[in-house]
T-cell receptor, first 113, second 115 residues
Framework: NAGVTQTPKFRVLKTGQSMTLLCAQD?????MYWYRQDPGMGLRLIHY???????AKGEVPDGYNVSRLKKQNFLLGLESAAPSQTSVYFC????????????FGAGTRLSVL | GDSVTQMEGPVTLSEEAFLTINCTYT??????LFWYVQYPGEGLQLLLK?????DKGSNKGFEATYRKETTSFHLEKGSVQVSDSAVYFC??????????????FGTGTRLQVTL
């Protein structure tokens, strides 16, 4: 019953460093999403994917890149981390079109110093 | 664009009290509506959903009714328990055909239930 698994759970970066967050789902979902959660702002969509090999920008894509080389994995990259990217990052997946339930991972807490 | 407004917290209640968390929305289309719950240290999980006007979603004693005329989806529970302490998010998903199920979230309402 793994569902959506995110790694790592915690990370501390220095400004300018790079890192990749990994999301893996075992539900054979077509759609995957990356959100960031900040105090008082709810969750905001960074990027999403509607299938293997596809990606699209969400509400707050600047400073992030993503890749979906395999259907079960969705990677979020920070090429040059900034303090403004300190946040909790959530990955989610769903079967697809509007109205379908999204299943979330447990989150990655990232601090950029 | 789409938006969701929910009451600010934190909301502190005694066990067995009645809970209401207000949620209103603005959408260009005809959205599906959701309540998600986030327990401490965990990701979000679906609590309930409604896909059309007058639908009532329910789960674990929580209920919410899709009110198109007032663009609202208020969450209610008749008798809260300490285990209900969590952050509750109202969300909508636009119904445009062919688009991914992108969710627009409210800011979340923290509920704390005390003995």
């Amino acid at each position: 019953n793994a569902g959506v698994t995110q790694t790592p759970k915690f990370r501390v970066l220095k400004t300018g460093q790079s890192m990749t967050l990994l999301c893996a789902q075992d539900m054979n979902h077509e759609y995957m999403y990356w959100y960031r959660q900040d105090p008082g702002m709810g969750l905001r969509l960074i990027h999403y994917s509607v299938g293997e090999g596809t990606t699209a920008k969400g509400e707050v894509p600047d400073g992030y890149n993503v890749s979906r080389l395999k259907k079960q994995n969705f990677l979020l990259g920070l090429e040059s981390a900034a303090p403004s990217q300190t946040s909790v990052y959530f990955c989610a997946s769903s079967y697809g079109l509007s109205g379908n339930i999204q299943y979330f991972g447990a989150g990655t807490r990232l601090s950029v110093l | 664009g789409d938006s969701v407004t929910q009451m600010e917290g934190p909301v502190t209640l005694s066990e067995e009290a009645f809970l209401t968390i207000n949620c209103t929305y603005t959408a260009t289309g005809y959205p599906s509506l959701f309540w998600y719950v986030q327990y401490p240290g965990e990701g979000l999980q679906l609590l309930l959903k409604a896909t059309k006007a007058d639908d009532k979603g329910s789960n674990k004693g929580f209920e919410a009714t899709y009110r198109k005329e007032t663009t609202s989806f208020h969450l209610e529970k008749g008798s809260v328990q300490v285990s209900d302490s969590a952050v509750y998010f109202c969300a909508l998903s636009d119904r445009n055909t062919g688009t991914a199920s992108k969710l627009t979230f409210g800011t979340g309402t923290r509920l704390q239930v005390t003995l």
